[in-house]
């Protein structure tokens, strides 16, 4: 079955970067779209960035561009986070569109002094 693992998050002070991975299994990776949405506290589910199935093309939120990058290898997705802000604190979420979104169980980032 379609797995989303997501991993590398934490805490980290302003300014600070993490890179969050997404180990996919269960599908045929290079075949699809993928994203990472967000969810900051309180607040609705918002896509962060996007990235073609051959990784040629990516979209960003106007919030994260020219900090964060997104991109793929094999069958894990990436999400580079630069100059990390407060507002970027959230439950970023790995997901992939295969006829219907599949969504990891998201993992915690929290961007504070």
């Known amino acids: 079955q379609v797995q989303l693992v997501e991993s590398g998050g934490g805490v980290v002070q302003p300014g600070g970067s993490l890179r969050l991975s997404c180990a996919a299994s269960?599908?045929?990776?290079?075949?699809?779209?993928m994203s990472w949405y967000r969810q900051p506290p309180g607040k609705e589910r918002e896509l962060v960035a996007g990235?073609?199935?051959?990784?040629?093309s990516t979209n960003l939120a106007d919030s994260v561009k020219g900090r964060f990058t997104i991109s793929r290898d094999k069958n894990t997705l990436y999400l580079q986070m630069n100059s990390l802000k407060p507002e970027d604190t959230a439950v970023y979420y790995c997901?992939?569109?295969?006829?219907?979104?599949?969504w990891g169980q998201g993992i915690q980032v929290t961007v504070s002094s």
């Open positions: 269960g599908f045929t990776f290079s075949s699809y779209a």
């Open positions: 990235i073609t199935s051959a990784g040629s």
């Open positions: 997901t992939a569109w295969l006829g219907r979104r599949y």
